[in-house]
């Protein structure tokens, strides 16, 4: 093997030798000869010997350039001479194909390349690795940072949306409602005499009653749709692509599960409902004024919620409706 490498190497020398000795025929010899010609044949006859300053400035000018590339020959000349011997050296000593081989200047130099290339391959490993590492980071501060962001849209007792992510939610349906004019309903609900829930079992039952009617709106709700507890214990709805009369059946459909529904503590609870949809109700500030926006909206729903608790609670009333009524 070690011979193999050592006739790689003199053959390399010996073609790099013929490629300098070519390359100098081509950029030097070459050159002159047609410089010669040019100023024998066409330069020097041209010339008035009365014009000494011009022909002997030019032909002190052809003398400098003839001596540069002569000069530069001869320094091309010896470097591929010294690279072949080089190559010729390494080829008769079997040692040399070891960087740490030689122990003259060569092999010096052979040892430092080999030294610096090690570390650079170690820094090329450091920084993949770091590299790596901070991807790793970047992704666990995005995962860290998005439960974050969950965490400050969600309720802590029921673990729907909260107030905040409902807002925001129906300010975007309502523009696109305002591009697209698709479908869109809120529905808010509030649980009827639930403060004597919470005087007779406490907060905890509460909470408990609160947390069962949340399990009931996300069994009975599409995925598309926000479910979040209001505040208290009123809980809103926002209904995406869902026109109103599809918004009072969703509604009368909740109403009848949450009052037979067999709540742990054994109470019975019942609810009340308001219904408000676009491009259906055109009611608020004025007669003439559409509930274009989502305070129009979500007022139009409110008030409707209060009638239902003024008609007698256990009731779905829709926005603009001219009086409460109980489906089933």
Request: aromatic share 8%.
């Amino acid at each position: 093997m070690p011979s193999e490498a050592s006739s790689d190497v003199a053959f390399a020398g010996r073609r790099l030798r013929q490629k300098v000795l070519f390359a100098l025929t081509l950029a030097s010899a070459l050159p002159l000869l047609v410089l010669a010609y040019v100023v024998h044949g066409f330069v020097l006859p041209g010339l008035d010997a009365r014009e000494t300053v011009r022909f002997y400035g030019l032909s002190a000018l052809i003398v400098f350039t003839t001596a540069a590339m002569v000069g530069g020959a001869y320094m091309i000349w010896d470097l591929g001479r010294a690279v072949a011997r080089m190559a010729e050296l390494m080829a008769k000593q079997a040692s040399l194909t070891s960087p740490g081989g030689r122990g003259d200047e060569v092999g010096t130099l052979m040892k430092s390349f080999s030294s610096m290339l090690g570390t650079i391959e170690q820094q090329a490993t450091d920084i993949n690795t770091f590299a790596v590492r901070l991807d790793a980071a970047y992704k666990e501060l995005e995962a860290t940072n998005l439960k974050l962001k969950e965490t400050s849209f969600k309720d802590d007792v029921t673990g729907l949306y909260n107030r905040r992510f409902f807002t925001l939610r129906l300010e975007e349906e309502i523009s696109r409602f305002r591009r697209f004019n698709h479908p869109v309903s809120t529905v808010l609900l509030d649980l009827d005499g639930f403060k004597n829930i919470n005087d007779e079992l406490g907060h905890a039952g509460g909470d408990e009653t609160l947390r069962e009617v949340a399990q009931i709106l996300m069994k009975h709700s599409r995925g598309i749709n926000v479910v979040s507890r209001y505040g208290g214990d009123e809980f809103a709805i926002l209904l995406v692509e869902t026109a109103k009369a599809g918004a009072r059946l969703y509604a009368d459909r909740i109403r009848q599960v949450i009052a037979t529904y067999p709540f742990p503590h054994g109470k019975h609870v019942t609810a009340s409902f308001g219904v408000a949809s676009l491009p259906d109700d055109e009611i608020m500030h004025t007669t003439t004024s559409p509930a274009s926006t989502s305070d129009d909206l979500f007022r139009a729903a409110d008030e409707a919620l209060y009638s239902a608790k003024r008609a007698g609670k256990n009731q779905v009333v829709a926005a603009g409706q001219p009086q409460a009524e109980r489906v089933g």
